[in-house]
């Protein structure tokens, strides 16, 4: 009997074990987590630079409003004088939503203006001049 009679074939195909199904499943958990976690940080550095955009346009408003009105003191400013030196000709001033879903709104009398959470500032970023939640000047 020669070799390609014989009752025992090779095997034609090779199964995978448990362990190497469960070292695949495993990977894919991996990635999925990672590219899940990339995400978030995406979206809170999206939101961090939407939010310094909303400022940069109101520190542009406050100075402008400046130019037109030299003897005018910054701790006075109302947003009803503002508003129209905003670029885009809002009817509004910007307000923007925080990491947690909180309302921030501007605090028109810091020049350069922040955002405010009740009373106190709102920079999530840690530092006040890297563009994310803040105007980011010096």
């Known amino acids: ?15 995978f074990s448990l362990v190497e199904i469960t070292l695949v499943i495993g990977l894919m958990l991996a990635l999925a987590s990672l590219v899940v976690y990339s995400a978030s ?15 940069r346009a109101v520190y542009i408003a406050q100075k402008s409003f400046l130019a037109d009105h030299p003897s005018k003191d910054r701790t006075t400013f109302t947003a009803e004088e503002l508003v129209p030196y ?25 020049m350069p203006p922040v955002f405010r959470n009740g009373t106190s500032n709102y920079d999530p970023s840690g530092s006040t001049s890297d563009g994310l939640w803040d105007v980011g000047l010096p």
């Open 86 to 110: 905003l670029p885009g000709r809002p009817t509004a001033m910007p307000t923007q939503t925080g990491k947690s879903g909180e309302t921030l709104t501007v605090h028109l009398r810091a």
């Open 41 to 55: 940080s995406i979206g809170d550095w999206r939101k961090g630079k939407e939010a310094s955009e909303k400022l």
């Open 1 to 15: 009997m020669n070799s390609r009679t014989s009752f025992h074939s090779p095997r034609r195909g090779r199964a």
